[in-house]
């Protein structure tokens, strides 16, 4: 296995089988452009070598040969994807297994993705005898089927470019997880050798059991995590992604600053998740009463047309003092105004969009961008204790 991004040819190789991407009306193939576009999002400033899907410009049948080898080789990390076609196909087993004859356990336990699309067809191909050859004992994998239907997979998009919430959330836990070894080998250090699984995690349902020694989920969402949902629209479509990064690491400094500035000693279990947010189909969303914080931009759209949406996307919020706060980035270019922007009701801060990949705030609005983030916190919080049960011997 490569270990530095400057030695790859791709950054992942995604095995799977060709029926399983038809018969599931190209979710690999959608996969695979939601994980370059995530990873070059995060991976800001870093030129990353293309996701290579296995059926792509390759052999159909014979043994696995030289180009083939080549491309695993040359690539920083493997997926598998697994649907009932993949438990049946040699092809994708000797993928496999030239992976692990290659980069052994370490290669496995590091740099190996296995993304179930059906929960009995990763209960089949964990019980045969090669995948228990081949794997280490506890092997992770990604449950990407639907709880309800566990034998077919999660929809990717509810809409064009807009992704479905049973998608995110584990896609951005592999993610994340995946750009901490991109940046763990980028700077040549140690990569961890396995993501932490709490005990009761997702469960295989009643009865149900996988032997011996099954791989195990990852691990479940965070009950705390912080939503702050940022608007994406035709004109900034993914200017979502740059633009919650930045919030990220504010929140990561607001939450681990000293007592003395007021935070609550709670806050450093929080984390913050960014969500897209398509204003311009908001109607089709029934509510935002998940949403603690709520960000739009003011790019291309005149003052009107702003106004208009502060009033959709209220509508769509609690009431009153409930409400998550609100904030418009202000998003120079298009816009190019030097000094303060009046508000209709939320609070307008500038940007720099000149570079897309790094848009921040401006200096002189920064302590604004913290009183946001700040608000957003201490509404949670206050949200969390209200919603807690009553502590042993507490009135009720």
Known sequence: MINTLEGSRYTAFISYAHADDVRCHSWVTFFAA???????ATMRGVKLPPVHLSGENGPVAGVLGPELRERIDRSFAMVVVVHDNY????????ELEYFRERFGEAGCRERLYVVA?????MQKVTAGDAWQRMLPSGQLWMPFFDELKRDEPVDIYMAPQLVTRAFKEPFNRL??????RLRAAQAGQQLPIAVAVPAGGPAAGAGAAITPAPPRPLEAPVAGDVRIYIESNRHELNLWQPLGEQMRRRWARLTAAPATTAVPTAAPALRLKARGLPVEQIDQFPCLDDADGVVLLWGRKTPDALVAQINKVENKMSPGRDAAPGVVAYLMPPQAS???VPAWGWQVLRFDAREHDEIDVVDDEDAELEQFLRRVLERRLQRDAAAAPPAAGAPR
């Not at 939601?34 to 070059?40: F, S, V």
């Not at 699309?117 to 067809?121: G, K, Q, V, Y």
């Not at 993610?175 to 901490?180: K, L, N, P, Y």
């Open 34 to 40: 939601e994980l370059q576009r995530g990873l070059e």
């Open 87 to 94: 438990v049946l196909s040699q092809w994708c087993r000797a």
């Open 117 to 121: 699309l059906s929960e009995p067809a």
């Open 175 to 180: 993610r994340e997880d995946f750009v901490a």
């Open 338 to 340: 030097a000094d303060p």
